[in-house]
C-alpha cells in the first residue's frame, strides 16, 4: 500500500491537476480569431480617425471571414480608446449583421469573425466611437460565391482517410510481427462468477 | 495606443499548439521523473529545463504578440522563425526527449500504438537515412529557400493553414539539422567530431548569404507587407533590410556556441563522462495511479448523493416549471430548455471524456433505497425479460416520441415524462431487486451502457490474483457497510462499461482496495456484453444497432431537405397523416434499416470470407459485429447534441430569469436574442464523425479478427460492414452540412 497522503498534500495534488486541466480547457475554448491579416479593402477617414479595414480570407466568399480594423489618429498613432463596430448590409435591408470588433491576435487591430451567408455586394459599414468624436467608413464589397463542400473542409475529410491509412499500416506491422512465445510464469486462476439471486 | 497594452493583449492561444505543448510537456516530465530516478547521470535535472525551454521558444513563437506581429513585420516573423530553428530546436535535443516522451506515454499506447511503427525497418532505416550530416543540412536548406520563395512565403501570410503548416516544417527542418550535432541519447555515435566543424560551418555560410541577400537587396521580395498599414513609419524595404540583419546575427550564436561544443568535446574530458553510463540502475520509481486517485474522491457516496440530490431539484424546478410555466416559446421554459438542450450535450460529452457520470448522478435512483425498504423487491423481474429487448423497444419508441410530438417544444409533456420516470424507478426498484429498471427498462441508461464502451475509463479490479483469493465477493454481494452492484456485475469478469452505472459501490465494498478506476482504450470494451468470455448477444447487438441508425435518423429529422420531404409526402398521403409522417419515417430509419443491412452485411462478409475453417452463422456474425457501428453512431450523437448545446448555450439565462421572475425572485429583464456566432461549426461536427469512422473500422476489425480464422478472412468478413460503416459515415456528412432546425432557442 503507497504510504496515504495527508488531507493537505492530496488537495494540492488535486488541485493542480484540476487547475492545469482548467487552464488548457479554458485555452482551448477562449481561442481567439485565428485567420491570417489577409489584405486591405478599405482604407479612409472616419471623424477624425483614419481606418484601414482587412479582410481575410481573399477572395471574400460567403461563410466564414476574418475583418480587421487599424484606427489610427492623423498623426498616424494608433488609437486605443474607441469603439469599433462593423455593419455588413446585403441588399436585402433586414438581413443586416452587426459585431463589435476586440482586440485579437494582431497588436493594434481589433478583429471579428463573422458568417457572410450569401453571394451578393455587401455594403460595410466600420463606425468608430472615441474621445476625439465618431466617424463612420462605408464601402461595398463583393462576397463570391462559398467554396465547395470539399474544398471548404478538406482537412476534416482527408484527416480520418489518413488516419484509416495509418491504422491499416499499423496492423500489416503488426501481422508481420514475430509471434511471442506465451510466458511461463504461472497464471492466476480465474475467478468465478458466484451465483446471486434475483 | 499603449503599446504594451496592445502587445500584452494579442496573445493567442491555438487550441492545436496549446495542447501540443501541453501534452509533450507532461509525457515528458512523467517520463523524465522515472528516468532521472534510475539513470542520475545521463538525465540530470538540466535536460529538463533545456526541453521546457524549448517548448517554451516555441510557445513564444507561435502563441505570442510575435506571432501577430508577423503578419505585420517581415523582421517579426524573422525572429518568430529564429526562435522555431535556432533556439527551440536545440534546446529540445539538448533535453534528450526521445525515451523520456516514450516513458511517459501509457505503456499501452507504445506498446499496441506506437510500437509497431517504432519497430518498422523500413521507417527506421529512413530515419537513419536522413539523420546523417549531408542530408539533414541539404533538407534543412531547400526548406529554408523553398518557404522563402516569394510565392510560397505570401501564400503562407494569407492562409492561416499554410502559415501554420510553414511552421511545422521549419521547426521538423531544424529538428533534422540540430540532430548530427546533439546526438541526444540513445543515438548511436554516426558522425567523427571534427566533420561536425565542416557540418557547421557549412550552415553558416548559408545562413549568410541566405541573410545578405536580404540586407542588400534594392527589392522588395513580399510586396504583401507594402499593402498591410502598420503604425510604424517603416517603409517595406527597410523592414526587409532590418530582417535580413536580424538573420545574420542572430543565426551566428547558436551555431558558434555547437561549434565551441563540438572543440571542447575533442579536446574532451572524457573518462568522467564514462564513468556516468556504468553507474548501476536504481529501481524504477512508481508513479502512481492518477485515476485511482481520481477514483478515491468520486467513490465518496456523500459527492454521488449531493450530485444526485442536486439534479433532483433541477428535475423538481423543470417539473413545475414545464406544468406552470409558459408552453410557448418553449426556448424561454426550463422545461424546453434544460433537459433537451443542456442535459444531452452535457451527457455525452460526459461520457466520451470520463464516462458514464450521468448514471452515476442520476437522480431518478436517488429513491432506491426507499422505495426497497417500502415495498420490500418481493419479485423477481421475469427471465425471459432479462436482456436487452424491452429497452430496443422503449427506445425505438422513445425516439419516435420525441418526433413525433415534437417533445423537445412541450414543455408540458416533457414535464410528464419526467414525473413519469421517477415514478417507474420507485415502483420497478421497488418491485424487483438488482437495478432491474436501470439494466432491463430505462432507455436513457441503454443509450448511456452502450456508448460507454468508447469511453476512456472503467470500473475493474486491479489485481486479478486478489479476486481470485477473494470468499465473500463484497464487490457483487455488499457487505454490513456497503451495498454490493446493484446492478449485479461481478467485478472480476466485468467487461467494459455495459450496466455499469459509475456508482462505485463495488470500489467502497470491496475489502481489499482493488477497486478503482483504471484507463481504457477508445472502443476495448465494445463487443463483449457483461463479462468476459460470455456469448454473444443479439439483443445487445440489436440495441447497438438501434442507437447507432437512431443517431443518423434523428439528426436528419431536422434538416430542411428531409423536413420538406417528409411535408411532401404527408401532402401527397393526405393532410390526415401530417403529423405521423416524420415519426413513422424515423421509425423505419433506426428499425427496418438496420434490421435489413445488419444480416445483409454478415451475409455478403460470411460469402466472402469462404469456407476456410471455422465458419460462423449469419446471426452471430451480426451479434459480434454490430457493436463496432457504437463509435460512429456516439460521433453522430456527440456532433449533434454539441450543435444543439452551442447553439442554445444563450438560453438558459433568459429561461432562467423567466422562471425567477415568475417566482418574485428576479426583477426581470428584457432579454436579448443571441444568434450563434463563430465557425466552430460544422467543421467540429466532420472530426467528431471521422474520428467516429476510424473507430468503428479499428473496432470491426478487432472483432473481426476475433471471429475468423485469420486476417485474410477477417479482412473479407469486415469489408462488408466497413462499407456500411462508410455510408453511415457519408449520410451524417450530408446532414451536418445541411440547414438545421434551429431547436431549443430564442430567436
Known amino acids: 500500500m503507497p504510504p496515504r497522503l495527508s488531507l493537505c498534500a492530496r488537495w494540492k495534488r488535486w488541485e493542480t491537476w484540476s487547475g492545469i486541466l482548467a487552464v488548457f480547457a479554458g485555452l482551448a475554448v477562449s481561442a481567439p480569431a485565428r485567420g491570417d491579416l489577409g489584405v486591405l479593402v478599405a482604407d479612409g477617414n472616419a471623424g477624425p480617425y483614419r481606418v484601414s479595414v482587412l479582410v481575410a480570407p481573399v477572395p471574400v466568399r460567403a461563410g466564414p471571414s476574418q475583418w480587421s480594423v487599424l484606427v489610427q489618429d492623423a498623426g498616424g498613432n494608433p488609437v486605443d480608446a474607441v469603439e469599433v463596430s462593423l455593419e455588413w448590409q446585403p441588399p436585402d435591408p433586414h438581413a443586416g449583421i452587426l459585431r463589435v470588433a476586440t482586440p485579437g491576435r494582431h497588436p493594434f487591430y481589433r478583429s471579428s469573425n463573422v458568417m457572410l451567408p450569401k453571394t451578393a455586394t455587401w455594403r460595410v459599414g466600420v463606425r468608430v466611437r472615441g474621445d476625439e468624436g465618431s466617424g463612420r467608413l462605408a464601402f461595398d464589397i463583393h462576397v463570391a460565391p462559398r467554396l465547395g463542400t470539399w474544398r471548404t473542409y478538406w482537412p476534416a475529410l482527408l484527416v480520418p482517410a489518413l488516419a484509416l491509412v495509418l491504422f491499416l499500416v499499423h496492423q500489416f506491422l503488426k501481422l508481420r510481427e514475430p509471434r511471442v512465445p506465451r510466458s511461463r510464469e504461472p497464471r492466476v486462476p480465474r475467478s468465478r462468477e458466484p451465483r446471486v439471486p434475483g | ?747
Open chain 2, 1 to 747: 495606443m499603449d503599446a504594451t497594452r496592445a502587445l500584452l493583449s494579442s496573445w493567442s492561444f491555438e487550441p492545436a499548439v496549446v495542447i501540443g505543448l501541453g501534452a509533450a510537456a507532461g509525457f515528458y516530465l512523467r517520463g523524465f521523473a522515472q528516468l532521472h530516478h534510475q539513470l542520475p547521470g545521463r538525465f540530470p535535472a538540466w535536460r529538463r529545463t533545456a526541453f521546457l525551454g524549448g517548448l517554451a521558444a516555441v510557445a513564444v513563437a507561435l502563441l505570442s504578440p510575435l506571432d501577430g506581429l508577423s503578419d505585420l513585420l517581415l523582421q517579426a516573423h524573422m525572429a518568430q522563425h529564429w526562435l522555431l530553428m535556432g533556439l527551440a530546436a536545440p534546446l529540445l535535443w539538448l533535453g534528450a526527449p526521445v525515451v523520456p516522451l516514450l516513458r511517459g506515454l501509457p505503456r499501452a499506447w507504445l506498446r499496441r500504438g506506437l510500437g509497431p511503427f517504432l519497430a518498422w525497418p523500413a521507417l527506421r532505416r529512413a530515419l537513419r537515412a536522413i539523420t546523417r550530416p549531408l542530408p539533414a543540412l541539404a533538407i534543412w536548406a531547400l526548406v529554408t529557400l523553398a518557404w522563402h520563395w516569394p510565392a510560397a512565403y505570401q501564400a503562407a501570410l494569407r492562409d492561416p493553414f499554410w502559415h501554420q503548416f510553414e511552421h511545422a516544417c521549419f521547426l521538423a527542418a531544424a529538428l533534422l539539422f540540430w540532430y548530427p550535432v546533439i546526438e541526444p541519447w540513445p543515438a548511436r555515435r554516426k558522425t567523427e567530431r571534427p566533420e561536425l566543424l565542416l557540418y557547421l560551418a557549412a550552415a553558416a555560410v548559408f545562413n549568410t548569404v541566405f541573410s545578405a541577400s536580404f540586407a542588400f537587396s534594392d527589392r522588395v521580395f513580399y510586396p504583401l507587407y507594402a499593402l498591410t498599414p502598420t503604425p510604424w513609419s517603416l517603409s517595406p524595404l527597410a523592414d526587409q533590410r532590418a530582417a535580413g540583419a536580424l538573420m545574420w546575427v542572430a543565426s551566428v550564436p547558436p551555431v558558434l556556441l555547437a561549434a565551441v561544443a563540438v572543440v571542447v568535446r575533442l579536446l574532451g574530458t572524457t573518462p568522467r563522462n564514462r564513468a556516468r553510463g556504468r553507474r548501476p540502475l536504481a529501481a524504477p520509481r512508481k508513479t502512481g495511479n492518477v485515476l485511482g486517485r481520481i477514483a478515491a474522491r468520486t467513490s465518496s457516496l456523500g459527492l454521488r448523493r449531493a450530485a444526485q440530490l442536486a439534479l433532483f431539484a433541477l428535475a423538481a424546478a423543470i417539473v413545475l416549471d414545464g406544468w406552470f410555466g409558459p408552453q410557448h416559446p418553449s426556448a424561454l421554459n426550463l422545461a424546453g430548455v434544460l433537459p433537451w438542450t443542456y442535459w444531452r450535450g452535457i451527457a455525452v460529452i460526459a461520457l466520451l471524456v470520463a464516462g458514464n457520470l450521468v448514471c452515476a448522478a442520476c437522480p431518478f435512483t436517488l429513491t432506491r433505497s426507499l422505495a426497497a425498504r417500502l415495498l420490500g423487491q418481493p419479485f423477481a423481474w421475469p427471465a425471459a425479460l432479462r436482456n436487452k429487448w424491452l429497452p430496443v423497444v422503449l427506445f425505438a419508441i422513445y425516439l419516435w416520441a420525441y418526433e413525433t410530438f415534437a417533445l423537445w417544444d412541450s414543455p408540458y409533456w416533457t414535464a410528464w415524462i419526467i414525473v413519469g420516470y421517477f415514478s417507474a424507478c420507485f415502483l420497478v426498484e421497488g418491485l424487483f431487486p438488482r437495478g432491474t429498471f436501470c439494466r432491463h427498462l430505462c432507455p436513457i441508461g441503454q443509450f448511456q451502457f452502450i456508448n460507454s464502451g468508447i469511453s476512456p475509463v472503467e470500473v475493474r479490479a486491479q489485481d486479478a490474483g486478489v479476486c481470485s483469493r477473494c470468499t465473500t465477493h463484497d464487490c457483487l454481494r455488499g457487505n454490513a457497510d456497503h451495498p454490493g452492484c446493484p446492478t449485479g456485475l461481478f467485478l472480476p469478469t466485468k467487461a467494459g462499461n455495459l450496466d455499469c452505472t459509475f456508482c462505485q459501490d463495488c470500489v467502497r465494498a470491496c475489502p481489499h482496495d482493488n477497486a478503482g478506476l483504471a484507463g481504457l482504450a477508445a472502443g476495448v470494451g465494445l463487443g463483449n456484453g457483461r463479462s468476459r468470455r460470455a456469448p454473444a448477444r443479439i439483443d445487445l447487438a440489436a440495441l447497438s444497432l438501434l442507437i447507432c441508425f437512431g443517431a443518423f435518423a434523428n439528426a436528419g429529422a431536422m434538416v430542411q431537405p428531409v423536413i420538406s420531404a417528409g411535408e411532401n409526402l404527408a401532402t401527397w398521403l393526405g393532410t390526415s397523416a401530417a403529423g405521423f409522417i416524420p415519426g413513422l419515417v424515423l421509425l423505419a430509419a433506426m428499425t427496418v434499416l438496420p434490421a435489413l443491412l445488419a444480416p445483409t452485411c454478415a451475409a455478403a462478409g460470411r460469402v466472402l470470407a469462404g469456407a476456410h475453417g471455422r465458419r460462423p452463422s449469419t446471426r452471430e456474425i451480426v451479434a459480434r459485429l454490430s457493436p463496432a457501428l457504437v463509435p460512429l453512431g456516439f460521433s453522430m450523437w456527440l456532433a449533434h447534441f454539441s450543435f444543439h448545446l452551442w447553439t442554445g448555450l444563450g438560453t438558459l439565462a433568459p429561461a432562467s430569469d423567466r422562471a425567477l421572475t415568475s417566482l418574485g425572485l428576479a426583477a426581470g429583464r428584457p432579454f436579448a436574442a443571441t444568434p450563434p456566432t463563430g465557425t466552430l461549426f460544422p467543421e467540429l461536427e466532420l472530426w467528431l464523425l471521422g474520428a467516429g469512422l476510424v473507430v468503428s473500422v479499428a473496432v470491426g476489425w478487432r472483432l473481426a479478427r476475433s471471429l475468423a480464422t485469420g486476417p485474410g478472412p477477417a479482412l473479407r468478413l469486415g469489408l462488408p460492414w466497413a462499407a456500411l460503416a462508410l455510408v453511415l459515415y457519408a449520410s451524417g456528412i450530408w446532414i451536418v452540412l445541411q440547414p438545421m432546425q434551429m431547436r431549443g432557442m430564442v430567436m
